[in-house]
């Protein structure tokens, strides 16, 4: 099974058109999709009452995919960054927060992407090992963004690691920007479930860190059809070893990203699940996506 969602509900301003969905955009978002990334949690532990409220806006087979908090994957450099009397205060925080997602049965997993300088060392493999004891039998996916982890010497191994220690592997399809980027690693290292994350390839972007607005012009691409393609064979190849491949576009900066889902979908030959919109008969997916916007 293929799963296509997004990286976050609100800014896809173009699934809200209907009465009413631009103040509920989750149960909107909900018609087109069934599952999505939730950022928020990356920048603050939300409360466990928001978690509840997302569960009950959302359909019985809608997923979510939580980002871990960044003090859960050291995005400070520095000491003393988070709100917490301890690293174990912090998580135990964190899976309080998500525990209402866990009991609706809605949790994908929890994705833990790290940070560009977070090489590939001995001291980081520790660090890892005690991500994932400390989340216990969360379900956990795992992506780098230091190019180390992939070198040709090191990409069977650090698949091996993400297997035998129970992560789920991400897919990423990003810039080639240097020492801050990963190549595409088409590997599974579970049958129950592997992530694809796709972040455009806005070389110019993606290092421009620490510039005005970089946020805004980071993930600003849009995929073409023949780079679509592409991925739609690669889907097909991990599907065959993996129950569920989940598929996230982030390509959120000039309002891509939702665009480039339909369009996927359609050459899938994949609907929006849920029917209550007017658009191209049923069974006519390219017909649709194009009706779509």
Known sequence: MIEIGLCGWGDHSELYRGAGA??????????WFRVVEVDSTFYAIQSSQTMAKWASETPDD???????????????????????????????????????????GKLMAVLFQYPPWFNCTRANVDVLRSAKAQMGDVPCAL??????????????????????EGWFHTVCDEPQAGDGSIPIVEAVTSEELTLVRLH??????????????????????????????????????????????CVLFNNNSGGDAADNALQLMAMLHQLPPRGSFELAPPGDADAQQLELF
């Open 200 to 245: 455009g390839r806005n070389d110019s972007g993606w290092v421009s860190a620490g510039q005005p607005n970089w946020r805004d012009v980071r993930y600003l691409y849009r995929y073409n059809d023949a780079e679509l393609s592409d991925w739609a064979e690669r889907l097909h190849r991990l599907a065959k070893q993996s129950r569920t491949v």
């Open 62 to 104: 809608f997923r979510f995919v939580i980002k871990a908090y960044q003090g859960m994957t050291g995005h400070s450099r520095g000491k003393g960054f988070h709100p917490f009397e301890s690293e174990a205060a912090m998580f135990q925080a964190f899976l309080d927060a998500i525990a209402p997602i866990r009991e609706a």
């Open 143 to 164: 992506e780098f963004r230091h190019q180390s982890w992939y070198t040709p010497e090191m990409r069977e191994k650090t698949v091996a690691f993400t297997q035998r």
């Open 22 to 31: 631009a103040r509920n955009k989750l149960p909107a978002y909900a018609q």
